[in-house]
């Protein structure tokens, strides 16, 4: 790996994204409710090794002003680009270096939490070692490892896929050629399945999800010279070479049994005492293709399993909406909510459905415990019960184990509704002005399709008023109706108080997507 050759990633830039699961608070929360004592987020120290042009940590290093960020990465271009965006948005607490792997000073000391995603599975055995190595000797003694990789048996599914495109392409001149012959090829495959076998309905759902892969995607992912996957258990045997051990994945509700059937669950459950076994069973049983999996020191006692008295430290979130359009709390009947990533539950307690539907009317602000008991008793009319806070605890617990509510140590500083002077982070103006994908103050990203909306972010710097965005947005409008460029900006914005009324609906929307600073 010479750093003085440009990479593929100097060649065709990866779009980089924030990643809600590489989240210091994630990773900290988590690592709290296993046993350990993991540094708080706001004073952190964060690496990421392969960071790109720092998509992911710089709304992260704005977020955490308190923390340490470093990332590093191979390719020169990303890492120029990631630095003069650094420098325009004015962040002290991150540095980007250009630095091969294997060179890791250590003097670079030791950090929190290492996230490695979308690293493992492109490089070489000896740059694994080293990631490995680096996470021993440069992690604190509570801290987190976050380290993606592709995982066998679904990949065997993607291989086949693969090995097609690079016979394929195997004399392309350039990258670009590449990329075009290996669409080309996929079409060619997917035009060409005219009867409905197994094979035929393999190909396709495979096929549907390279197609919806951007060009840049498809070159580094699935034509890239390395992409190796491994079972969980070989990835175990090499972190535990290096003094590491499994403590969970980034999202818990991967690590779950009991969405299996009961006799399912009986056997699984029946190797609690083995749970890197488990864990390979389960990817057997959903054909796994990805892992997110974390490390802490093999030396540290870890509790795999979250317990209900727990949950009245934390803060909760959730997305989730009740199915039914007409809730009723009181009702014996089961009402059902769903949230991120296909997460549902289903329940006739009073209290779940109480606490599961005021924690939606508060998305996406994280709120804690003793509120959530509170607000939901009052929903209720009832007042407390001695049982209700272990109850409720449950409840939470088990929204956490489905993916329905996410577990929090701090809340990010965001507002529901917009205050006198409407504020977005700079780093979300910066995107704005860039595109239509934003990171929010959760550390996702959000897309916006809305030319008004994205028009709005890029001056909601905290020094306008809702009724001088108005005025704004209305001359706007009048200047392009006069110049005749057909662009339509400002065309939602009515006159009078309607006119105000509009503003405040599209903040409260820029407010529900977790884009508006408290």
């Known amino acids: ?244 051990q499994f403590l969970s994945e980034a999202e818990y509700f991967m690590v779950q049994t009991d969405q299996f059937p009961e006799h399912t669950v009986k056997v699984l459950n029946g190797l609690e005492g083995n749970i890197l076994g488990q864990q390979q069973y389960l990817d057997f049983l959903r054909c796994r293709r990805f892992r997110q999996t974390l490390l802490c020191h093999a030396n540290l006692a870890i509790h795999f399993q979250v317990q209900p008295e727990q949950m009245a430290d934390f803060y909760f979130s959730s997305p989730t909406t009740a199915v039914s359009a007409n809730p009723d709390l009181f009702s014996p009947e089961e009402m059902e909510f769903h949230g991120d990533q296909g997460s549902r539950l289903k329940t006739t307690n009073p209290l779940a459905k109480a606490a599961l539907q005021y924690l939606g009317s508060m998305w996406p602000q994280s709120v804690h415990f003793k509120e959530i008991l509170t607000e939901a008793l009052n929903s209720l009319g009832r007042a407390r019960a001695n049982e209700d806070e272990i109850e409720l605890g449950a409840i939470l617990q088990s929204g956490f184990g489905t993916g329905l509510v996410d577990v929090h140590l701090s809340p990010p500083l965001l507002v529901l509704e917009p205050g006198e002077y409407p504020m977005v982070s700079p780093v979300a103006r910066m995107q704005a002005a860039r595109g239509d994908l934003l990171t929010t103050l959760r550390h996702r990203t959000v897309r916006l399709d809305d030319t008004l909306a994205c028009q709005l972010v890029q001056i909601l710097d905290g020094t306008h008023t809702v009724a001088s965005l108005t005025d704004q947005f209305r001359q706007r409008a009048r200047d392009a109706e006069s110049q005749g460029d057909g662009t339509g900006q400002g065309k939602m914005i009515s006159t009078g108080q309607a006119g105000e009324r509009e503003m405040k609906a599209l903040l409260r929307r820029l407010a529900r997507l977790g884009l508006l600073v408290r």
């Open 1 to 244: 790996m010479n750093r003085a050759n440009p990479t593929p990633y100097d060649q065709i830039l990866y779009p980089g994204h924030s990643y809600r699961q590489t989240h210091p608070d994630r990773l900290a929360t988590l690592a709290t409710l296993l046993g350990m004592q993991p540094t708080p987020a706001d004073r952190c120290r964060v690496l990421e090794l392969g960071c790109g042009s720092g998509a992911n940590l710089i709304p992260m290093a704005w977020g955490l002003p308190g923390a340490e960020c470093v990332g590093i990465d191979l390719a020169a271009r990303p890492i120029a680009e990631g630095q003069a965006t650094i420098q325009e948005l004015g962040l002290g607490n991150l540095q980007l270096h250009q630095l091969d792997l294997l060179d890791f000073p250590d003097t670079m000391g030791t950090f929190d939490y290492i996230i490695a995603h979308g690293l493992y599975s492109w490089v070489p055995p000896v740059v694994q070692d080293k990631l490995m190595a680096v996470c021993q000797k440069h992690l604190a003694a509570h801290g987190v490892a976050f380290i993606s990789y592709n995982t066998y048996p679904g990949c065997h599914i993607r291989d086949m896929l693969r090995e097609m495109m690079l016979y394929h392409v195997h004399n392309a001149p350039d990258s670009l050629t590449k990329i075009h012959q290996a669409q080309a090829l996929l079409k060619f495959l997917a035009d060409s399945q005219t009867e409905p076998d197994e094979y035929g309905r393999l190909l396709h759902k495979e096929l549907e999800r390279v197609m919806h892969y951007s060009a840049a995607h498809l070159f580094h992912d699935d034509l890239a010279e390395i992409n190796q996957p491994l079972y969980f258990h070989q990835f175990m045997e090499h972190a535990g070479s290096f003094g590491l």
